[in-house]
C-alpha cells in the first residue's frame, strides 16, 4: 500500500516543495485515496484488528498526524498523512492535525498554515487541531511529578558531556555526577529554571532511566533545556521547553490516540 502511495504521489507531483502556483487544480484533491484500495493487509492493520478483536480501544480508533512546524512537507510527510488519515477512515475513527511545536527556534506561522494547506490539498481533514504547545502547564507538571518521584534530576553537564558520558551501543555509559542529585534539590532547581535564573545551556532536566541500557536513546535522556526564544504561539511565556521525545507521547496520551503511526 505504501508503494503505490509514493508512486501515485509521484504522478500527482511532491507537496510542499513545490511552488503552489505549479499544484493541480483543486479537483485532483483527495484523487490519492479515491484511487488506492489496499489489496491485501499488512502489519499495521494487522495490530489494530487485534486490537479491536480484544475490545481495545473501547472508544474506537483514533490517530493523528504530528509535524513539527520548522519546514514545508516533503513525500516522507506525504505517506504519513495517507496512512495515519486513511487508517481512521477506514476504522470509522478519527484523525487529529497536532502540531509538535516544541522548538521556537526554529518554528514559523508560515510553516503551520503551509502545512495545514497541504493536509487539505491531499482531500483530508482533521478531527482536531492541537498543538504540543496546548500542553506546555502539563507536561511541566509531568515533569515536577518525575522529578518527586526520583525519576527525573537537573543536570548541571555541559551538553558535550552528557553525550560523551552515554557512551557507545557495545559499551555502558556513564552516570552523571548529578545523577545522584535529591529530588528535592533539582525540583528546586527545575522551577529555578522556569523562573529564567540561569542562562542558556547552564542546565537540563533529565530522565533517570538506565545508564547501561543497549538502547542509547533510554540512557537518561533530556527531558528539557533552558531556550530563550519567543514561540509562535505562546511568546515569552516560558524560557525552558521540553524535548520532543518527551512531548510527544505524553501528548499523544492527552488525546487519546489509540496508534501512534
Keep these: 500500500t505504501i508503494k503505490r502511495i509514493c508512486y501515485n504521489f509521484g504522478d500527482l507531483h511532491t507537496t510542499a516543495a513545490r511552488s503552489r502556483h505549479s499544484r493541480p487544480e483543486a479537483d485532483n484533491r483527495g484523487r490519492i485515496m479515491a484511487d488506492i484500495q489496499p489489496s491485501s493487509r499488512d502489519f499495521i492493520r494487522d495490530i489494530i484488528d487485534a486490537d479491536l478483536a480484544r475490545g481495545l480501544p473501547a472508544h474506537g480508533v483514533a490517530t493523528r498526524f504530528p509535524p513539527e512546524p520548522n519546514g514545508y512537507l516533503h513525500i516522507g510527510h506525504a505517506k504519513s498523512?495517507?496512512?495515519?488519515?486513511?487508517?481512521?477512515?477506514?476504522?470509522?475513527g478519527t484523525c487529529n492535525l497536532r502540531f509538535d511545536d516544541t522548538n521556537p527556534t526554529k518554528e514559523e506561522v508560515e510553516y503551520v498554515e503551509s502545512i495545514m494547506e497541504d493536509v487539505r490539498w491531499l482531500g483530508f481533514s482533521w478531527d482536531g487541531l492541537y498543538y504540543a504547545s496546548d500542553y506546555f502547564e502539563q507536561l511541566y507538571r509531568w515533569a515536577e511529578?518525575?522529578?518527586?518521584?526520583?525519576?527525573?534530576?537537573v543536570d548541571d553537564s555541559p551538553a558535550e558531556e552528557i553525550s560523551r558520558?552515554?557512551?557507545?551501543?557495545?559499551?555502558?555509559?556513564?552516570?552523571?555526577?548529578?545523577?545522584?542529585?535529591?529530588p528535592r534539590e533539582s525540583l528546586d532547581l527545575f522551577r529555578r529554571m522556569r523562573a529564567g535564573e540561569f542562562p542558556d545551556g547552564s542546565r537540563v532536566l533529565r530522565a533517570r532511566i538506565d545508564m547501561a541500557s543497549p538502547n542509547l536513546n533510554m540512557?537518561?535522556?533530556?527531558?528539557?533545556?533552558?531556550?530563550?526564544?519567543?514561540?509562535?504561539?505562546?511568546?515569552?511565556?516560558?524560557?525552558?521547553?521540553?524535548?520532543?521525545?518527551f512531548a510527544h507521547g505524553q501528548s499523544d496520551a492527552i488525546e487519546g490516540i489509540t496508534h501512534s503511526i
Excluded: Q
Aim: charged content about 25%; hydrophobic content about 30%.
Design 81 to 92: 498523512i495517507c496512512l495515519n488519515f486513511g487508517i481512521a477512515r477506514e476504522y470509522g
Design 145 to 153: 511529578f518525575l522529578i518527586e518521584k526520583g525519576l527525573a534530576y
Design 165 to 182: 558520558m552515554r557512551g557507545a551501543p557495545a559499551m555502558p555509559g556513564t552516570p552523571s555526577p548529578y545523577r545522584e542529585r535529591p
Design 219 to 245: 540512557r537518561d535522556p533530556v527531558l528539557y533545556r533552558i531556550r530563550r526564544a519567543t514561540h509562535h504561539r505562546t511568546g515569552d511565556d516560558w524560557c525552558i521547553y521540553p524535548m520532543y521525545d
